[in-house]
DNA sequence: CGGTGGATTGAGTGGCGTCAACCTGAGTGG
DNA sequence: CCACTCAGGTTGACGCCACTCAATCCACCG
């Protein structure tokens, strides 16, 4: 299989040969994470950053009282706590969906990518751009959104990220989270979720059976959400 | 006055005269923008960015029935549409709050910077990375804290961020928005943030007049709004 | 002195939360 | 092979936070 970073990247700009041996070659080791393990802890001063090869984690936080907000939901591909390299100490806590593989990455061979190579260098900021323009737009979502729509706009947005790195197609995906964790992201109650996720199979949107899901009707979904592709900048364009 | 970018970058690592230079000559012209001027809009392409010298700017996106959702509001030092050097088309609208001040920086001279000037480049990267994690911060709050936490929290970050730039001391500091702003930043209505406002006023944590804010009681604020400024990384860090 | 943008207030409503059961299916051990 | 457990999903009753609608107030201004 592919490096899903590299897949990532090049859909958004070529890398050359050459870039991708030094992206590969910037990995020190590949660990493995059990579901629900904590990766990287809030207060944490990391020396590296993790990049998944394989599962999903969250980012969140959580309140003195225990309630909990997830902030992004990450994906094979994603360079989970790139931002550790130069913003310390971590400020929310990355945890295991579901078992994952990270290729750990120290920071001074992030460093060294930075001295030595400008285009992938911007390729990785690149990466993190496109992190804090999805954060904008659960903003959005979260705040100006009906709950429907809100659950609506995540279903398309991880669609077409787990489309990028071949692990959806056909309008369907798996999605391996409880409706608890949901709830953390979408910041509503448990109960909610549940009856959000019923209207939208109900009305024929999407089936939905387990960590199973199926668009039925991306058109409908596109349009309960006012979802608008543009801030996952999929297009390449020489950056 | 000192350059307000440079000013807030040196508060999170020093930077060489040298640096300094790169910076100033890097914006091409100055630009004044009227009160409630778009200075840039969803699905521009731009080649330039624009750093605020003066003034305060919102990034905001509208939905198709005209409820809107700031997602963030800019003062002076922040490179507000940095991003734009890599991520295009714009998703987003950004909107003067106050008449500005902006210098304008020509994304062919940000490439320069990238291909050259390597610490620099990771400054500015890091710049849009407290961007990122203002975002996450943001996301905690709309989605898990109460309406007038989630207004205090507001009020203690932007305390922080304007002190750096010297634009507040003493806990007072100009706030230069309307309550319809407002509720659209706290994803809101207007009723509702008035009657929070007022709580606050009641409890004693603020005074507040027009676009005065004084917080009468910084412990009481930050309590009620679990706030913690990690995420701001004001500590000056090797980057 | 009327006009206007913004702040404030009250009354009524509804989306979503809380609490508490109850259901279901998969895994486990006797 | 069946009782038991347990995580997760589902449902109903009820309450509250925040929304909507609609006045009214206030300060500033031409």
Chains 1, 2 share one sequence.
Request: negative net charge; contains cysteine.
């Amino acid at each position: 299989m592919r490096h899903p970073l590299i897949v990532k990247l090049e859909r958004r700009d070529g890398l050359s040969p050459h870039e991708h041996q030094i992206l590969e070659d910037a990995t020190s080791s590949v660990e493995t994470f059990a579901a629900n393990a904590d990766i990287v802890r809030e207060g944490d001063v990391a020396d590296h950053s993790c990049l998944i090869l394989e599962g999903w984690t969250t980012r969140s936080k959580t309140l003195a009282d225990g309630r909990r907000q997830i902030t992004a939901f990450h994906i094979p591909g994603d360079f989970v706590d790139l931002h550790s390299f130069l913003l310390k100490p971590m400020d929310h806590t990355i945890t295991a969906l579901t078992p994952c593989r990270m290729a750990m990455t120290p920071h001074t061979a992030l460093r060294r990518i930075s001295e030595e190579h400008p285009h992938l260098t911007r390729m990785l900021w690149l990466s993190t751009l496109i992190d804090a323009a999805i954060h904008r737009e659960w903003l959005v979502a979260i705040g100006r959104l009906s709950a429907a729509a809100h659950l609506a706009h995540l279903l398309c947005e991880l669609y077409l990220r787990l489309e990028v790195v071949g692990l959806a197609k056909d309008h369907r995906f798996e999605f391996p989270v409880t409706q608890t964790v949901l709830a953390d992201a979408l910041g509503l109650s448990t109960v909610h979720v549940n009856r959000v996720v019923q209207e939208l199979r109900r009305d024929g949107l999407v089936a939905w059976r387990g960590t199973h899901v199926t668009i039925k009707d991306w058109e409908a979904l596109v349009r309960l959400a006012e979802f608008d592709p543009t801030y996952l900048n999929l297009a390449p364009r020489p950056r």
